[in-house]
């Protein structure tokens, strides 16, 4: 019997306009980060990663984890989140953390904004937390779970943002 599906043919949408800038503060796992730099290669999104990371960009692991996309990453560098905020002075930033009160789902999500996640051991510092604390959502999980893994993380806030910008109005089959 014939399979019914032809294997070459993929489900996609339009990239929007204004992409979302996914912004890692100082990622420590490369394999998270390889993973969202595919996340933000099959998303159109920009990857930013804000200060030192845990491991060299050159690492096999990294690179490995994000397969052969990384051509189709824009991907940029900055030493601060104040660096950050002056190149994009209009990007609503929404900051994730678990220890946040406000679910994910409130966000108002518009194309362009900036969705910041910390490092894997301890989220985002004391002191970014303090300074943006209006703008910290959390993903909800059962009780007795402390977190989600990064990636999917940033996969679960990135979709959904997409969703809440009629992302997938504009979906087509391709070869």
């Not at 051509?71 to 220890?99: A, E, G, N, T």
Request: with cysteine.
């Amino acid at each position: 019997m014939k399979n019914t599906f032809t294997e070459e043919m993929r489900l996609h949408f339009e990239p929007l306009e204004k992409p979302f800038n996914v912004v890692l503060v100082e990622p420590e796992i490369p394999l998270n980060t390889g993973s969202i730099a595919r996340l933000c290669a099959a998303t159109g999104s920009n990857l930013i990663i804000i200060g030192k990371t845990g491991f060299s960009l050159k690492s096999s692991e990294l690179k490995r984890a994000g397969v052969d996309y990384w051509q189709h990453v824009k991907f940029m560098r900055y030493q601060s989140i104040d660096d950050y905020i002056r190149d994009y002075p209009d990007s609503h930033l929404y900051l994730f953390s678990s220890r946040a009160k406000i679910p994910y789902i409130d966000c108002n999500f518009q194309s362009g904004d900036s969705l910041v996640f910390g490092k894997e051991s301890t989220g985002l510092s004391d002191e970014i937390l303090n300074r943006f604390k209006e703008r910290l959502y959390a993903i909800p999980t059962v009780s007795g779970i402390r977190s989600l893994n990064l990636s999917n993380a940033v996969s679960i806030v990135l979709y959904e943002a997409l969703k809440k910008n009629d992302a997938f109005k504009r979906l087509y089959w391709e070869t």
